[in-house]
């Protein structure tokens, strides 16, 4: 069976950290560009941060740069979302998502037509 399951999610205060991981079954991660996006109450889906499949490059939102660091787990057929000094503002559902032959920047940017998403791990930032 083909999934993607988010984790790490939960309730952090302002300035904390967490670790969101995306896990792929029934399909091997590293043939896929692979992205995370969030989408908070009456807003729309956003790209927050995507790396392509082959070369590694990576895209942030202008929003999480210098916060947010994604990476792969090959070895665990696992993307992770770094997430450190967070804001009350990055309360969100968070999914993950991949697709093929995509670069990382369209992949975040948009049309979000992807082959295969999770189904989101929620984020509260609160005090």
């Known amino acids: 069976q083909v999934q993607l399951v988010e984790s790490g999610g939960g309730l952090v205060q302002p300035g904390g950290s967490l670790r969101l991981s995306c896990a792929a079954s029934?399909?091997?991660?590293?043939?896929?560009?692979i992205g995370w996006f969030r989408q908070a109450p009456g807003k729309e889906r956003e790209g927050v941060s995507c790396?392509?499949?082959?070369?590694?490059?990576?895209y942030y939102a202008q929003s999480v740069k210098g916060r947010f660091t994604i990476s792969r787990d090959s070895a665990k057929n696992t993307v992770y979302l770094q997430m450190n000094s967070l804001k009350p503002e990055d309360t969100a559902v968070y999914y993950c998502?991949?697709?093929?032959?995509?670069?990382?920047?369209?992949?975040?940017?948009?049309?979000?037509?992807?082959?295969?998403w999770g189904k989101g791990t929620l984020v509260t930032v609160s005090s």
């Open positions: 790396i392509s499949s082959s070369s590694g490059m990576k």
């Open positions: 998502a991949a697709r093929r032959f995509a670069s990382a920047q369209a992949m975040c940017v948009g049309p979000y037509d992807m082959d295969y």
């Open positions: 029934g399909f091997t991660l590293d043939y896929y560009a």
